[in-house]
């Protein structure tokens, strides 16, 4: 009883995406894909198509298996606690919902066809993390190593096929870059806020 009392839901964003995308996934094998397919995979469709405009997040939640959940959660569990006590769940949550919209954007306009996971996010918080503790005016090297290595691996594996979409890495990770280098350069949030 005592060790219940100690644990905490230490990181209400990170922790929450991720028992939805549990959920999702087990909504998904329950309807068969249906679930999946209608509204946690964006791909092509009209702009009068209302469930398009959920799929242009939803496809972050949604999970082909549990091998792909578990492949991105590892990932979003091991960074995003660290990430929202560096940030604060708000803007974390904000962080994450552009790279899952502006992924799925990208992706309709430039491929026809389908998207679904939460890479875009993992990348994201990957180059993310990689640019924390920066000081303002200063780039770390790590960072620029991290780009090369994460980012310069996706651009070489988009030339091979696969079911791997490296333009969701791409973008998550330069969402990432792009954040970090922002709020560093703007003295941007350095201590925890919850929110």
Same mark, same amino acid.
């Given at each position: 009883m ?7 839901? #230490? ?19 329950l309807?068969?894909?249906?679930t ?7 791909y ?5 198509d209302?469930?398009?405009? @959920? ?9 082909a ?6 492949? #991105?959660?590892?990932? +979003? ?9 560096k ?7 904000? =962080? =994450? $919902? ?6 799925? @954007? %990208?992706?309709?306009?430039?491929f026809?066809?389908?998207?679904l996971? $939460?890479?875009?996010?993992?990348f =994201? ?19 620029i190593? %991290?780009? +090369? ?6 651009f @070489? #594996?988009?030339?091979?096929k ?24 703007t003295?941007? @949030? ?6």
């Open positions: 005592k060790l219940l009392k100690r644990i905490h839901y #230490n990181a209400p964003v990170t922790l929450t995406f991720a028992l939805i995308c549990l959920v999702v996934l087990g909504l998904n094998k309807t068969g894909g249906w999946n397919l209608h509204l946690f995979m964006t092509r469709s009209r702009l009068t209302p469930l398009m405009y @959920i799929r242009l997040f939803g496809h972050a939640i949604g999970h298996s549990w091998e792909h959940l578990v492949g #991105n959660m590892l990932y +979003i569990l091991m960074l995003g606690p660290i990430l929202e006590e940030y604060g769940s708000k803007l974390i949550l904000e =962080m =994450m $919902a552009i790279t899952a919209v502006l992924t799925g @954007i %990208i992706f309709n306009l430039l026809d066809g389908r998207l996971g $939460a890479s875009g996010i993992v =994201m918080f990957i180059i993310l993390a990689s640019v924390t503790n920066a000081e303002k005016g200063r780039i770390p090297i790590t960072f190593l %991290i780009c +090369i290595l994460y980012l310069g691996n996706e @070489i #594996n988009a030339f091979h696969d079911n791997i979409s490296q333009l969701a890495h791409i973008i998550g990770g330069s969402l990432g870059g792009f954040f970090g280098l922002f709020l560093v350069a003295g941007g @949030i350095r201590e925890k806020k919850n929110s």
